[in-house]
């Protein structure tokens, strides 16, 4: 019994990649040099509203120290 329920799942398994692998080859794809493009002109247009391009105001800055360490 064992053998068949192996078998069962593996054809089960299969079937699955196989319907994924369809899924996969169906999308449409765009180039490279489009997809790069698209990329440069999104972070150009949002580069002003970055926190890691413009920084965190101090006021807004939820994880500043409260108090600085000093060593002596």
Known sequence: MTGKGCSSNSVLQARWVVEQLRVEASMKRIKISIAVA???????????????????ATSANPFKDKKTCMLL
């Open 38 to 56: 698209q990329l440069v002109q999104y972070c150009q247009e949002h580069s002003r509203s970055d926190p890691l391009l413009t920084g965190i």
